[in-house]
C-alpha cells in the first residue's frame, strides 16, 4: 500500500516511531541495489524487502535491473548445480551397479562355504 502514514499512525502500538520509519527509507534509498541482490539470493527475504522497497516508495525501474540480475544469477547457479548433480547420480548408479554385484558374489560365496562346512550335520539330522 505505501503508506508510511498508517505505520506512522498505529505503528506506536509495536513501538514504531515516525524516525525509524523515515531512516528506514533513506537507508532503503540508498542501498536498495544492495539490499534486493542479497534478498534475491536469499529463499525468504524477497517478499520483505519488495514490501519496504514499496514502503519507502522506491521507483519500479530503479530496481527492476537489480532483480532481474539477480534472478539471472539464482536461476543460472540452479541450472549448473542440477546439470553437475545429475552427472554425479549417473556416475553413483554405475558405481552401485559394481558394488551390488560384488555384494551378491560374496554372498553366494559365503553361502557355498557355510553350506559345504555343514553337509554332513544336515545329512545326519534328515
Request: glycine content about 8%; proline content about 2%; overall charge positive.
Amino acid at each position: 500500500m505505501g503508506k508510511t502514514e498508517w505505520l506512522v499512525k498505529y505503528g506506536s502500538w509495536l513501538g514504531i516511531k515516525e524516525s525509524l520509519i523515515t531512516r528506514m527509507q533513506t537507508d532503503i534509498h540508498e542501498h536498495i541495489h544492495k539490499i534486493l541482490f542479497i534478498a534475491k539470493l536469499t529463499l525468504g527475504l524477497v517478499i520483505p524487502t519488495l514490501i519496504a522497497a514499496g514502503l519507502a516508495r522506491v521507483p519500479f525501474k530503479r530496481w527492476f535491473g537489480v532483480l532481474f540480475t539477480a534472478e539471472c544469477v539464482w536461476t543460472g547457479s540452479l541450472v549448473i548445480i542440477g546439470y553437475y548433480f545429475g552427472y554425479l547420480i549417473q556416475r553413483i548408479e554405475t558405481n552401485l551397479r559394481w558394488l551390488s554385484l560384488a555384494g551378491a558374489v560374496i554372498s553366494i560365496v559365503f553361502v557355498v562355504i557355510y553350506l559345504s562346512r555343514h553337509r554332513p550335520d544336515l545329512e545326519k539330522e534328515l
